[in-house]
């Protein structure tokens, strides 16, 4: 009998809300009725709005706090796990593939410098190695190795406005993430080419991935497809569903 086929997507969402909404309640139950006051637990726009200021409260005081000089552990190769877990919001099954001699990655917003690159170009710059641990939002975490090219150092081949506030990441499984300009220049975000010193399979993200130790695991995006710097804040897949923007590790 054919298996049913299960929408991990839908299931994800609504697990969320109710986890929300359960924070929302844990909350006030230790006395966040007055800082939320006025808000009616059992009237859902009125939840939506109190998590949307709690959760804007934390992104701030999480973008105070992260520091370009402060890097996330490293580890070493004795410490990786293995095998690494395959993560996304579908199976393993429904990969896309891509023709890595035809891939290359869209460039817009606030740059100087738009023309698509080719994984040629990527290969032929710079690389930088890391073993870090990747922490996913479920509660599970795993330490990998990967390789490529810092984000900063792209940005500055690109002509990229780093005055801007965000870089906005699309995917061509139709994913989608951003992050700060401050974590786009940290040392230890990278566009991965390379996992465990062999070319990125399709498993994790293959053409591309981005790689930012210091962010949890739906803020590293995986087969990338475009980059944009922007001052429009862009949200995104999760982040639009009501995760945690700065999503800090």
């Not at 049913?4 to 809300?17: K, Q």
């Not at 795993?142 to 792209?154: D, E, H, P």
């Not at 010193?197 to 995006?221: E, F, V």
Request: aromatic share 12%; net charge neutral.
């Amino acid at each position: 009998m054919k298996r049913p086929t299960i929408d991990r997507g839908l299931v994800a969402s609504e697990l969320r809300r109710v986890e929300r909404r359960f924070m929302l309640k844990s909350a006030l139950s230790l006395g966040g009725l007055a800082m939320l006051s006025g808000c009616a637990i059992d009237d859902e726009p009125s939840v939506e709005k109190a998590l949307a200021t709690i959760m804007g409260f934390t992104d701030r005081v999480q973008a105070m706090i992260f520091s370009r000089n402060r890097v996330a552990r490293e580890f070493s190769a004795s410490q990786m796990t293995r095998p690494f877990p395959f993560n996304a919001y579908y199976d393993q099954d429904d990969i896309r593939v891509v023709d890595e001699t035809r891939w290359r990655l869209e460039v817009s917003g606030l740059v100087s410098d738009r023309r698509p690159w080719s994984l040629a170009q990527f290969r032929a710059l710079e690389q930088q190695r890391q073993i870090t641990r990747h922490i996913c939002v479920e509660g599970w975490s795993a330490i990998g190795s990967w390789s490529g090219v810092r984000l900063s150092t792209f940005l500055q081949h690109i002509g990229a406005d780093t005055r801007a506030k965000y870089v906005k990441f699309g995917c061509f499984d139709d994913y989608s993430t951003s992050i700060d300009m401050e974590t786009a220049l940290h040392p230890q975000t990278i566009m991965v080419l390379d996992f465990d010193d062999a070319s990125l399979p399709p498993t994790y993200g293959a053409p591309m991935k981005i790689r930012i130790p210091t962010k949890l695991g739906y803020k590293n995006p995986k087969y990338l497809a475009s980059v944009e710097v922007t001052n429009i804040f862009p949200g995104g897949y999760w982040e639009n569903q009501g995760y945690d923007w700065f999503g800090g590790s």
